[in-house]
């Protein structure tokens, strides 16, 4: 503050330079208080008069209270700035600024983090098209081949001429679906390479064909489907009840794969088999018009039947022939004898049955891997033995001899590539007492609770695109919802 004041002096003293003579006293009063004295000589007048003295005082009076005035708003104004700087400056700094900055920064590092996430994801998208791209360009470059069938003979031969057809499947899960499906895309296109002519119509035209994810399964990958354990069995859900004697025991079916417009899934298919020439196929167009008793077709078989081991794949109807170890494939949009072929010394005509009888010797059935024959041989002294099965020749692929007598078993099915074995085909609450894993060639007890309502089942088989188990018991058709899950541990 000594120092304002002194600069507020000089200002005064600046100020009264125009004068010729100026004193500044300064002394103490009787109180102890400084005070400043400016004396100015006048320039006009030697000695001071009572009348001429006012006006002068009063002019230096109103020159000195602005002079104090001005003193007075400088050292206000050095004294706030002062403050400003030494406080609100430092409390800004010590306590606004280290906020914001770090504030600052958070945003910097998560823009920064956001920046290499994306940079991420564009070089993934940018792998995957060109993966996309050198897979398109592969399948460009390797046009279709038409396959036509007669006879039971294959031959292939290249597209028409001018005409390129690329082939594709696409692997899509459906909520509704019990499995994967695959659709299965024909795409013809113009070949740029062939002369049109001018003037002439280019025609595009793509075929889609649903097929079950089965079909492209490895043998023995249970994951790939969702396959596990079977775990519960619920009550049966009676359909049809047969009407006559012939329906005591009998086979009834939907194919899980059906091929072609003619036949669909809800296609339901019975086969009465009792008498001593089995031949009749009944079709029905869905599980109302079986409740009814309506089919709308009814198909002969070009060999007389074996027994209840029957099943449909595919569009055809696999079964065992009268008498004989020889399997038969049933092509029902030909409505014709595809091919047969003898199973490997398995035995038949009551040989290897089943507990219930029947002639049950060979057991045919379908799953998510494909067709399957359950029976037995001498060498396997009775024992069930598994074989898959191909498809159109017949042929067998592998087999698997398992620990269990068919004898000592009233049914049999295959589900996720394992065979399931039924206790008792008499008693109302029975059990699913063996399985076999031919993932693992192993197998073991179970204790699945199941139940035989109707008193005499003689026929059990799986569904795999409805998830159920269709039976037949004593004049009854029934399926059975099922439940999977995880495999518990231990073998026999």
Same mark, same amino acid.
């Given at each position: 503050?000594?120092? &304002?004041?002194?600069? !507020?002096?000089?200002?005064?003293?600046?100020?009264?330079?125009?004068? +010729?003579?100026?004193?500044?006293?300064?002394?103490?009063?009787?109180?102890?208080?400084?005070?400043?004295?400016?004396?100015?000589?006048?320039?006009?007048?030697?000695?001071?008069?009572?009348?001429?003295?006012?006006?002068?005082?009063?002019?230096?009076?109103?020159? %000195?209270?602005?002079?104090?005035?001005?003193?007075?708003?400088?050292?206000?104004?050095?004294?706030?700035?002062?403050?400003?700087?030494?406080? /609100?400056?430092?409390?800004?700094?010590?306590?606004?600024?280290?906020?914001?900055?770090?504030?600052?920064?958070?945003?910097?590092?998560? &823009?920064?983090?956001?920046?290499?996430?994306?940079?991420?994801?564009?070089?993934?998208?940018?792998?995957?098209?060109?993966?996309?791209?050198?897979?398109?360009?592969?399948?460009?470059?390797?046009?279709?081949?038409?396959?036509?069938?007669?006879?039971?003979?294959?031959?292939?031969?290249?597209?028409?001429?001018?005409?390129?057809?690329?082939?594709?499947?696409?692997?899509?899960?459906?909520?509704?679906?019990?499995?994967?499906?695959?659709?299965?895309?024909? &795409?013809?296109?113009?070949?740029?390479?062939?002369?049109? /002519?001018?003037?002439?119509?280019?025609?595009?035209?793509?075929?889609?064909?649903?097929?079950?994810?089965?079909?492209?399964?490895?043998?023995?990958?249970?994951?790939?489907?969702?396959?596990?354990? %079977?775990?519960?069995?619920?009550?049966?859900?009676?359909?049809?009840?047969?009407?006559?004697?012939?329906?005591?025991?009998?086979?009834?079916?939907?194919?899980?794969?059906?091929?072609?417009?003619?036949?669909?899934?809800?296609?339901?298919?019975?086969?009465?088999?009792?008498?001593? +020439?089995?031949?009749?196929?009944?079709?029905?167009?869905?599980?109302?018009?079986?409740?009814?008793?309506?089919?709308?077709?009814?198909?002969?078989?070009?060999?007389?039947?074996?027994?209840? /081991?029957?099943?449909?794949?595919?569009?055809?109807?696999?079964?065992?022939?009268?008498?004989?170890?020889?399997?038969?494939?049933?092509?029902?949009?030909?409505?014709?004898?595809?091919?047969?072929?003898?199973?490997?010394?398995?035995?038949?005509?009551?040989?290897?049955?089943?507990?219930?009888?029947?002639?049950?010797?060979?057991?045919?059935?379908?799953?998510?891997?494909?067709?399957?024959?359950?029976?037995?041989?001498?060498?396997?002294?009775?024992?069930?033995?598994?074989?898959?099965? +191909?498809?159109?020749? &017949?042929?067998?692929?592998?087999?698997?001899?398992?620990?269990?007598?068919?004898?000592?078993?009233?049914?049999?099915?295959?589900?996720? !590539?394992?065979?399931?074995?039924?206790?008792?085909?008499?008693?109302?609450?029975?059990?699913?007492?063996?399985?076999?894993?031919?993932?693992?060639?192993?197998?073991?007890?179970?204790?699945?609770?199941?139940?035989?309502?109707?008193?005499?089942?003689?026929?059990?088989?799986?569904?795999?695109?409805?998830?159920?188990?269709?039976?037949?018991?004593?004049?009854?058709?029934?399926?059975?919802?099922?439940?999977? !899950?995880?495999?518990?541990?231990?073998?026999?």
């Amino acid at each position: 503050s000594h120092s &304002l004041t002194v600069i !507020g002096i000089n200002i005064l003293l600046s100020a009264f330079q125009a004068q +010729d003579r100026a004193v500044l006293r300064r002394s103490n009063d009787h109180g102890g208080r400084c005070h400043y004295t400016f004396t100015v000589a006048s320039p006009e007048e030697s000695s001071c008069s009572g009348s001429s003295m006012k006006p002068e005082m009063d002019g230096v009076l109103s020159r %000195l209270t602005l002079l104090e005035a001005l003193v007075s708003r400088l050292i206000a104004g050095v004294d706030a700035g002062a403050g400003s700087a030494g406080t /609100g400056v430092r409390a800004s700094g010590e306590e606004g600024f280290p906020e914001d900055y770090s504030q600052v920064t958070r945003e910097r590092n998560q &823009l920064q983090q956001d920046k290499e996430r994306l940079n991420g994801q564009v070089q993934e998208l940018q792998r995957r098209l060109a993966e996309l791209s050198q897979e398109a360009e592969s399948l460009r470059q390797k046009p279709c081949q038409q396959t036509h069938t007669s006879g039971g003979t294959q031959h292939e031969n290249r597209p028409a001429s001018g005409i390129l057809s690329f082939c594709c499947h696409v692997l899509l899960k459906i909520p509704s679906e019990p499995e994967h499906t695959y659709f299965s895309f024909t &795409l013809s296109l113009p070949d740029p390479a062939y002369d049109f /002519g001018k003037g002439a119509y280019q025609e595009m035209k793509a075929e889609v064909t649903e097929v079950a994810a089965s079909r492209l399964i490895p043998e023995g990958n249970h994951n790939f489907t969702g396959c596990e354990e %079977l775990q519960s069995v619920e009550d049966p859900v009676l359909h049809r009840k047969a009407d006559s004697i012939t329906g005591k025991y009998g086979v009834w079916l939907q194919d899980p794969e059906p091929q072609g417009p003619l036949y669909t899934n809800k296609t339901v298919w019975r086969i009465d088999t009792v008498g001593k +020439d089995v031949r009749q196929l009944f079709a029905y167009e869905d599980m109302d018009q079986l409740s009814q008793g309506f089919p709308m077709k009814v198909l002969i078989l070009p060999e007389p039947m074996e027994s209840t /081991g029957a099943t449909m794949y595919r569009g055809s109807l696999y079964y065992q022939r009268k008498r004989s170890r020889t399997l038969i494939r049933y092509d029902l949009t030909s409505e014709s004898l595809a091919s047969h072929l003898e199973l490997p010394h398995a035995g038949f005509h009551g040989q290897h049955p089943y507990s219930w009888g029947g002639y049950t010797d060979i057991d045919l059935a379908a799953d998510e891997q494909g067709l399957w024959a359950i029976y037995s041989t001498s060498k396997a002294k009775g024992a069930i033995v598994i074989s898959q099965l +191909d498809p159109e020749s &017949l042929e067998v692929k592998r087999s698997w001899e398992t620990n269990i007598r068919k004898n000592t078993v009233a049914n049999a099915f295959i589900m996720c !590539g394992r065979l399931y074995t039924v206790a008792s085909y008499t008693a109302p609450n029975t059990t699913i007492n063996y399985v076999f894993d031919t993932a693992t060639g192993m197998g073991r007890a179970v204790a699945v609770p199941f139940k035989n309502k109707y008193r005499y089942n003689s026929m059990v088989d799986y569904n795999h695109a409805q998830r159920k188990l269709y039976a037949w018991d004593n004049f009854h058709m029934v399926t059975y919802d099922i439940k999977l !899950g995880r495999a518990t541990q231990g073998s026999i």
